[in-house]
C-alpha cells in the first residue's frame, strides 16, 4: 500500500503546478482566484501557500514573470531594475549576493574518497522543494533535490564520498538548511563554507560557476571561455552536470546556446523555477 503524501509535498506539488499554470496563461493575467481554482484551493489558503514557498504573492510573481517575456534580455543578463520600476515593481524584494566559501580537497583527500571524514545528512525544505543536505565540520558537501525520500537520496551522496562517516542528523541540518534558505523568497545573509571532491578541471569550472551573478546566465561556450578553454565545451558540460551542491554553486545558470534552459540534473522544471526566482528578486 502506498503512503499517502504530506500535506507539505501536497503543498509543493500544488505550488509547482500554480506556477505552470501561470507560465502557461501569462497572456490572459489570470488573477487569484482563477489561478488558486486551478489547484483546488480557496484564494485566502492558496495565497499563504504559495507565498510560504515562493516568496512573494502570485500577483507579483505574476507581474514579474510578464515583465521577464517582455523584456526577453533577462536571460541574456540586462538589468531590468529601471524597466521594473516602470512597470511598477519597485516593491519587491532584491536578491543578497550568494557568499560562499569554496574549498577543494588537497590531492590526497581526493584521492581517500573522504576516508575520515563525518557527514552529518537530512532533509530539508526550500524554495524548490525537498533538498539533501551534507555537511562537514568543514562546510557543506551536497546539496541535492528530490522527493524528500531519505533511503532514495542518500545513495548518491554516499557514492560521492565512499568513505566517509555518515550520521542522520536532522537537527544539525535544519539549521544549516535556515542558513541557505531563510525563507520569505531571501537568500543567504552569511556565508556559507563549501567542501567540494573533484578533479582541478571540475574545482576551475565549479569556481567559474560563482562568478556567474544571481539572475544572470552563461552559456556553456562563453563558460568555456572564461576559463580559457574554449575547446573543452563537452568536458565543461559534463563538469557542469557533476556539480553535488546546487544551488550555491550555481550550475543553473548555465544555458544552451540561443536561450534554451536545456536540461538539468535535478529536473529542467526545477531549473526552470531557479532561475525566475533569483530573476524576481534581482528586480
Known amino acids: 500500500m502506498s503512503k499517502s503524501p504530506s500535506n507539505r509535498e501536497l503543498d509543493y506539488q500544488r505550488v509547482s503546478a500554480a506556477l505552470q499554470f501561470l507560465e502557461t496563461h501569462t497572456s490572459a493575467q489570470p488573477n487569484l482566484s482563477q489561478v488558486a481554482h486551478s489547484v483546488g484551493l480557496s484564494p485566502e489558503h492558496f495565497q499563504r501557500v504559495f507565498k510560504r514557498w515562493v516568496g512573494i504573492s502570485p500577483k507579483k510573481y505574476l507581474q514579474s514573470l510578464t515583465l521577464v517575456r517582455a523584456q ?35 590531492p590526497g583527500e581526493y584521492q581517500a574518497l573522504g576516508r575520515g571524514l563525518e557527514i552529518s545528512y537530512g532533509i530539508c525544505r526550500s524554495p524548490f522543494g525537498y533538498c539533501l543536505l551534507g555537511t562537514t565540520n568543514r562546510g557543506v558537501c551536497w546539496l541535492s533535490f528530490g522527493s524528500g525520500n531519505l533511503s ?128 524576481i528578486q534581482t528586480l
Open 72 to 106: 526577453a534580455s533577462l536571460r541574456g543578463g540586462t538589468n531590468l531594475l529601471s524597466a521594473a520600476l516602470k512597470s511598477g515593481l519597485s516593491g519587491t524584494a532584491r536578491l543578497h549576493d550568494l557568499f560562499v566559501t569554496f574549498q577543494g580537497m588537497t
Open 152 to 279: 532514495q537520496e542518500l545513495t548518491a551522496l554516499e557514492a560521492t564520498w565512499p568513505r566517509a562517516t555518515f550520521r542522520h542528523d536532522p537537527d544539525s541540518i535544519a539549521r544549516m538548511g535556515t542558513r541557505i534558505f531563510p525563507g520569505n523568497g531571501e537568500s543567504p545573509k552569511e556565508k556559507i563554507p563549501l567542501l567540494v571532491r573533484g578533479t582541478d578541471f571540475q574545482l576551475m569550472v565549479w569556481r567559474a560557476l560563482l562568478d556567474i551573478p544571481p539572475g544572470h546566465t552563461t552559456t556553456y561556450g562563453e563558460l568555456a571561455k572564461r576559463i580559457s578553454k574554449p575547446r573543452a565545451i563537452r568536458a565543461l558540460g559534463t563538469a557542469v552536470g557533476q556539480n553535488a551542491i546546487s544551488f550555491l554553486i550555481p550550475c543553473h545558470r548555465v544555458i544552451r546556446a540561443g536561450g534554451h534552459f536545456g536540461q538539468y540534473r535535478w529536473g529542467a522544471e526545477r531549473k526552470t523555477l531557479m532561475l525566475e526566482w533569483e530573476a
